[in-house]
């Protein structure tokens, strides 16, 4: 593999990621954060073919995590992205690569399109299709195995725990404080159907626990003024404005009754909690639009146009239509198919990476991973294959260096060079 960049809190190789280990120490970085192809050639793009069909595409993934496995320390988190199609591949070539899958992030946006056929373009009746609008996306949770239990692993290797606390959700500071139910000393009935035995409660003032839910703004949402298919203006106009937090003075043999969202209770005097009066999007991470983020740092390269950015005819019907992907209208620096928003992945790395910790990507693509670990204080070392001809490596290194510049001050004047030079 290439170096492409060297530095104390970023390195990019430029080449094939199921050689990692030839660069990377075993059980040297602390997390897993990448975002491999899908498989469905998507845009007709050669680097997401299924490599000839289900088991062809598993086994390859799979040598290449099998590979991050090793440079991964004991019990390192990772996130792997999929779509809904074909996430069940990406998990059984976790599972093959030795991971333990521990769940699925499953993260809501509203700026997909149908790649569907229509009447227009196929001899089928009018107002049929062949697929659905894609507004999900998995981030699969894996686990290297522990080194023993998870306290023995932790003190050795500071990994094989969540940072809980720097991914809460924050609390909207409109809500007055709710009474929750306490029994004999803090403690009171389990208020889960179904749960026995007793309940503590462990909710904070420091904000709700993260759930595997996220939602995305839309491209076009404003403060306070989402745009319609915007998947948190979706939810709280079906939710409306309720209030939680208040738990009812009565109870029965199985917990609570009237605990669902958006019942108004009242409860005993015991351990409060902060309440909170608003939409349902409040439980869950809200990441912010990426906006103009994606051409961060590219100044010095050429935009691309409609044509060259899809691998069409410039001015062709093609081009016109949102099945083409990113770049058809031109302009763009940044004309990677698949690029992330910095705020979601900012959340994702921390999620996962220990403070100060090192995070991994095998697949780099246009670098949105490696710019939010340095802006969370991480560091980064990320791997691309870079597409046709190496097209995406002047954009994943323009991102990064950008980010150096912004978040590792120290960086040397010799390395201030624009990455064209």
Same mark, same amino acid.
């Given at each position: 593999m290439r170096l492409v960049i060297s530095h104390d809190r970023c390195c990019l190789f430029w080449g094939d990621s199921a050689s990692i280990l030839d660069v990377l120490p075993e059980s040297s970085v602390d997390a897993i954060v990448t975002d491999p192809p899908a498989g469905i050639e998507f845009m007709g793009k050669e680097w997401d073919s299924d490599k000839g069909g289900r088991d062809g595409w598993i086994k390859w993934l799979a040598d290449i995590l099998r590979a991050a496995l090793r440079a991964l320390k004991p019990g390192g988190h990772a996130l792997v992205w999929a779509i809904p199609r074909t996430s069940h591949w990406t998990a059984?070539?976790?599972?093959?690569?030795?991971?333990?899958?521990?769940?699925?992030?499953?993260?809501?946006?509203? !700026?997909?399109?149908?790649?569907?056929?229509?009447?227009?373009?196929?001899?089928?009746?009018?107002?049929?299709?062949? *697929? /659905?609008?894609? $507004?999900?996306?998995?981030? =699969?949770?894996?686990? +290297?195995?522990?080194d023993g239990t998870v306290g023995a692993n932790f003190a050795e290797h500071g990994t094989g725990v969540l940072q809980i606390g720097a991914c809460r959700v924050e609390y909207d500071?409109?809500?007055? %404080?709710? %009474?929750?139910?306490?029994?004999?000393?803090?403690?009171?009935?389990?208020?889960?159907?179904?749960?026995?035995?007793?309940?503590?409660?462990n909710v904070s003032d420091d904000g709700r626990w993260p759930a595997h839910l996220s939602l995305e703004h839309g491209d076009a949402c404003a403060p306070g003024a989402c745009v319609l298919g915007c998947p948190v203006r979706l939810l709280d106009e079906q939710s409306g404005v309720r209030r939680s937090g208040e738990f009812p003075a +009565?109870?029965?043999?199985?917990?609570?009754?009237?605990?669902?969202?958006? !019942?108004?209770?009242?409860?005993?005097?015991?351990?409060?909690?902060?309440?909170?009066?608003?939409?349902?999007?409040?439980?869950?991470?809200? $990441?912010? *639009?990426?906006?103009?983020?994606?051409?961060?740092?590219?100044?010095?390269? $050429?935009?691309?146009?409609?044509?060259?950015?899809?691998?069409? *005819?410039?001015?062709? $019907?093609? !081009?016109?239509?949102?099945?083409?992907? *990113?770049?058809?209208?031109?302009g763009a620096r940044n004309f990677h198919p698949t690029v992330k928003s910095v705020d979601l992945m900012r959340w994702l790395v921390r999620l996962v990476t220990p403070p100060g910790g090192v995070v991994l990507d095998l697949f780099a693509g246009s670098g949105t991973t490696g710019v939010?670990?340095?802006?969370?204080? /991480?560091?980064?070392?990320?791997?691309?294959?870079?597409?046709?001809?190496?097209?995406?490596?002047? =954009?994943?290194?323009? +991102?990064?260096?950008?980010?150096?510049?912004?978040?590792?001050?120290e960086l040397e004047a010799s390395d201030r060079q624009n990455p064209a030079a």
């Open positions: 059984m070539a976790l599972e093959l690569a030795g991971f333990e899958v521990r769940d699925v992030h499953h993260h809501i946006f509203g !700026t997909g399109f149908p790649k569907s056929l229509t009447s227009k373009s196929a001899p089928i009746p009018e107002d049929t299709g062949t *697929a /659905l609008k894609p $507004a999900v996306e998995h981030w =699969i949770l894996a686990r +290297r195995p522990l500071e409109s809500g007055p %404080p709710g %009474p929750v139910y306490s029994g004999a000393k803090g403690e009171g009935v389990g208020q889960v159907y179904g749960a026995s035995g007793k309940y503590q409660s +009565r109870r029965t043999g199985i917990g609570f009754k009237e605990c669902a969202y958006g !019942t108004e209770n009242t409860g005993t005097e015991g351990t409060r909690r902060r309440g909170s009066a608003g939409t349902a999007s409040r439980f869950f991470y809200v $990441a912010k *639009a990426p906006r103009k983020e994606k051409d961060l740092g590219l100044d010095h390269l $050429a935009p691309k146009l409609g044509g060259e950015a899809t691998g069409r *005819a410039e001015g062709s $019907a093609g !081009t016109k239509n949102p099945r083409a992907g *990113a770049g058809r209208t031109g939010a670990a340095l802006a969370e204080g /991480l560091s980064f070392v990320g791997v691309e294959q870079g597409g046709k001809d190496g097209e995406y490596v002047p =954009i994943v290194e323009g +991102r990064l260096r950008a980010a150096l510049l912004e978040y590792a001050p």
